[in-house]
């Protein structure tokens, strides 16, 4: 079975400040891809990324990073110099790579950006 | 194209009233996922479809619960009677069946049950 772990509930920043939002994920694949999705107010979740588990090279794609770290069972997302428009909460799931291919999807992170 | 079209997009009933959620899967996805979503416990997944068949539907909270998909572009999930603590989103996604892919989801159905 697997299960995703999104500590962080809420968390609450000024504009321009990074902020990190932590998933930690347990599985007991070898293979397996996890995923980020923005859900903005208005409900729909959007695809942000996608990792499979035999790539830990970190990405970029401008404001955004992420850090897949497969020794701590984690895969955290950055988001630099942080604006309004990127309130929203932000959901972390891991898709087994075989069986259903079904995603365990975490709690979510709702993220307040101030201005 | 047309992503996966949910509705209504809100709705509000009555203790005891049935409500029926639709949802549209894009076209050509052969999977189809009902998932429920709350503060206290995030996205559930109710039951999914392959090919129109529904394939696991242990998520589904009670008898009051039900799904089909009489087709490949068209699928309701049914909530009778229902009670305040169904109050939730709803949402529908699609994709190709055993794709490691993203889903793609609706923009959800926001059921408030007085």
């Known amino acids: 079975a697997q299960k995703v772990t999104q500590a962080q509930t809420e968390i609450s920043v000024v504009e321009k400040e990074d902020v990190t939002l932590d998933c930690v994920y347990e599985?007991?694949?070898?293979?397996?891809?996890l995923f980020w999705y923005k859900q903005p107010p208005s409900g729909e979740l959007v695809f942000l990324i996608r990792r499979n588990s035999f790539d830990e090279q970190n990405e970029i794609s401008g404001r955004y990073s992420w850090n897949f770290q497969k020794s701590t069972s984690s895969f955290n997302f950055t988001i630099t110099a942080s604006q309004v428009v990127d309130s929203a909460v932000y959901v972390c799931?891991?898709?087994?790579?075989?069986?259903?291919?079904?995603?365990?999807f975490g709690r979510g992170t709702s993220l307040i950006v101030h201005p | 194209d047309a992503g996966v079209i949910q509705s209504p997009r809100h709705e509000v009933t009555e203790m005891g009233q049935e409500v029926t959620l639709r949802c549209k899967p894009i076209s050509g996805h052969n999977s189809l996922f009902w998932y429920r979503q709350t503060m206290m416990r995030g996205l559930e997944l109710l039951i999914y479809?392959?090919?129109?068949?529904?394939?696991?539907d242990s998520g589904m909270p009670e008898d009051r619960f039900s799904a089909k998909m009489p087709n490949a572009s068209f699928s309701t999930l049914k909530i009778q009677p229902s009670e305040p603590r169904d109050s939730a989103v709803y949402f529908c996604?699609?994709?190709?069946?055993?794709?490691?892919?993203?889903?793609?989801f609706g923009e959800g159905s926001r059921l408030t049950v007085l």
């Open positions: 996604a699609s994709r190709y069946v055993d794709s490691t892919g993203e889903l793609f």
């Open positions: 599985t007991r694949d070898t293979t397996y891809y």
């Open positions: 479809f392959n090919n129109n068949v529904p394939i696991d």
């Open positions: 799931a891991l898709t087994p790579s075989g069986g259903s291919y079904i995603p365990t």
